[in-house]
């Protein structure tokens, strides 16, 4: 396969983008990338990633790999598709499928993976550049990003992003899905706060940048059962790390 060579849109205006994101600390781009770069990511995605879902018990983010959810007994799969649902009722809770390649690159598990060069990427001057720029933010000085894949049933619910001993400036999605019709759910939701209504909400279109400052109490909307596609996305944070 060619090598991933990462080209964002040439006619993207930082200003025009910076003077709009000032207003409510979020936004949507569209054509972030070259349509080249685009299906090259998107060609990653689909056939060489190793995902597993994940999950919030209650307590801890939990992982299970698609081996494992296929040798589980038919019951034992309906209980722990019951507990999600009843973890996620009561309070926060996901389910979706990741890819943690920022991680796992780091930690020297996935050698030579196509990822790699989208893990230099954002991690790149170029990119810190461009997030300063975008969210008037100069302390950002470090990035990391993990893939999401959205399938039926899936979802995020409330939360704002903020997190103990991280100095998350700016969270980012970078989407990569194809043919997505609005009712099929998955929207990046905003609310004004966590109980009364959604502000605004933005849909995956493909090669599309959401970008909105953190904390802010948003969520991913469920998958529709009857939704053809995942919902494909690179997804992470832009952060202050002290010396």
Known sequence: ?????????PEIDIDALAK??????????????????ADQIYAILDKQVEWELTWFDGNVDQYTSFKELTAMAPQERAAFAQNTKRVASNGFGFAYNTFKFHERIAEGKVPDHPL???????????????????????E?????????????GHFLNIHTDKIPNKDRRAAFVFNFTKAWR????????????????????????FNSLNVFTVPVPHAVGL?????????VAITGWYSHEGA
């Not at 396969?1 to 849109?9: D, P, V």
């Not at 230099?120 to 100069?138: E, P, Q, W, Y």
């Not at 998958?223 to 919902?231: G, H, L, T």
């Open 1 to 9: 396969m060619t090598a991933l060579e990462i080209q964002l849109n």
């Open 20 to 37: 709009a994101y000032a207003d409510k600390k979020r936004i949507h781009i569209p054509n972030i990338f070259t349509d080249e770069t």
């Open 116 to 138: 790699q060069a989208f893990d230099d990427f954002v991690v790149s001057d170029k990119m810190i550049a461009f997030f300063r720029a975008l969210t008037g933010d100069n």
């Open 140 to 152: 950002i000085n470090a990035g990391g990003g993990h893939a999401t894949w959205y399938a039926p």
């Open 182 to 205: 609005p009712d099929w759910g998955g929207e990046l939701k905003f609310y004004t706060d966590r109980v009364t209504k959604v502000d605004e909400a933005f849909l995956p279109d």
């Open 223 to 231: 998958i529709a059962p009857f939704a053809m596609y995942p919902r």
